[in-house]
């Protein structure tokens, strides 16, 4: 009997160990969960949404939607980096309007994004406004190409009861629920003060707008020489160059070529041309059209660019001129402009925040249709970014 007490007391022992052990092994194992459950998991566009003023446009909280709702975004352009991180951000705020309200399949809330196929196209982009005012949708966000280009079709969604979302670009039109946009006067002020700094507050400035209709170009141009006229009076404006303007500025050209008032890459001789010899407008090309303003402006120091677009035209024209001493600066940061940026042919640009416009022009969107009431104004927000800034992290998480 008390041999088999002993044995029983043995196995009991060893299994209170094993136990033991088994509980202690658990424990090493979940140690690391539990850390990794406690780690916040931070959205690697979540900085972009917070610098979204106000702060209700950055969630999808209490955007209750009916199920199949169909919300309608159109933009600028269907293509370049830009517009491909607007939709992004339009997607991601799709995705979690639908995650939040738990709908799947022909529940969800279906966005979409869509814009000409050239950019800035008025007329096309007119009918894609048609085309999805057509679909009915529950809202419908828009970057205005042309600020009193969509006013019929306005009307018209007024009296469907669509809602209407300016984005990016806006217009003076009443009846828009919101306009989810950069702080264009703000950033261009900014742009014009850091360029003044550049020019040691004397010289001439060279504008390029990527055009002359939209109210985001136009709130840029007016702003920028605005803050130079009250607060730069060393700095001078000369040319202003729109980007949409590109005829009238050939026959120009053509015009004093055949004068003899101007000659391509040399000196005017002052002589007409013979007929023979006349150059028409459409041989014109838009390098030569660059080469023009800046030949027109020996004596510039600085050149401003409205968007991405300017921009280029305005970096290629030095290139071709082989000049380093005009400073360079304006908006946007595509991966040609933030590899000039890093090279030194651009001294500074404004970087927007597109997939935040993107995002939060959903979420107004969604505030329009269901009524909440929205913001006249909402801020994506922007940075100033140099080439030293380039590393840091608060403008890295702007860059796209």
Not at 51 to 59: L, M, R, S, T
Not at 212 to 218: D, E, N, R, V
Not at 306 to 323: H, P
Not at 370 to 379: K, P, S
Request: hydrophobic share 40%; charged share 30%.
């Amino acid at each position: 009997m008390k041999k088999r007490s002993s044995i029983i007391a043995i196995l009991l022992c060893a299994a209170m160990l094993t136990c033991a052990c088994a509980a202690r092994s658990d424990d090493k194992v979940e140690e690391p969960v539990q850390a990794e459950k406690q780690k916040v998991k931070v959205k690697e566009y979540q900085g972009k949404l917070d610098i979204i003023e106000p702060g209700a446009y950055n969630n999808v909280n209490g955007l209750n939607l009916e199920p199949g709702s169909y919300i309608s975004v159109i933009g600028k352009a269907d293509g370049g980096q830009f517009w491909e991180e607007v939709k992004k951000g339009v997607d991601q705020a799709a995705r979690d309007i639908n995650k939040n309200l738990g709908y799947e399949g022909k529940d969800k809330v279906k966005v979409t994004y869509s814009g000409p196929a050239a950019a800035d196209n008025v007329d096309e982009q007119v009918n894609i406004l048609d085309e999805e005012l057509a679909r009915y949708p529950v809202a419908l966000g828009i970057s205005i190409a042309d600020a009193k280009a969509c006013e019929v079709q306005f009307d018209l969604a007024a009296e469907s009861d669509i809602p209407i979302v300016a984005f990016d670009s806006g217009s003076d039109y009443q009846g828009l629920m919101a306009t989810v946009a950069t702080d264009n006067k703000a950033a261009s002020k900014e742009a014009a003060s850091r360029l003044a700094e550049i020019m040691k507050e004397t010289g001439k400035v060279i504008l390029f707008a990527h055009d002359s209709k939209s109210k985001a170009a136009i709130d840029r141009e007016n702003a920028f020489k605005e803050e130079m006229q009250q607060n730069h009076p060393g700095i001078t404006i000369g040319d202003v160059y729109h980007l949409d303007q590109l005829a009238d500025l050939q026959k120009k050209v053509a015009e004093e070529i055949n004068a003899g008032t101007y000659k391509k890459g040399g000196e005017a001789t002052g002589e007409k041309l013979d007929e023979q010899d006349e150059v028409t407008p459409d041989s014109i090309t838009e390098d030569d059209v660059v080469d023009y303003v800046l030949a027109k402006n020996p004596d510039a120091k600085g050149c401003f660019a409205t968007n991405s677009d300017a921009m280029k035209v305005a970096l290629n024209g030095l290139d071709r001129m082989e000049e380093e001493n005009i400073a360079l600066v304006g908006f946007d940061a595509d991966e040609e402009e933030i590899k000039a940026l890093s090279d030194g042919k651009i001294d500074g640009l404004i970087v927007q925040n597109p997939f935040g416009m993107g995002y939060a022009t959903v979420i107004a969107s969604a505030r329009a249709a269901l009524e909440m009431g929205n913001e006249a104004v909402v801020d994506t927000g922007y940075t100033w970014v140099t080439k030293k800034k380039l590393k840091d992290e608060n403008v890295a998480k702007m860059l796209y």
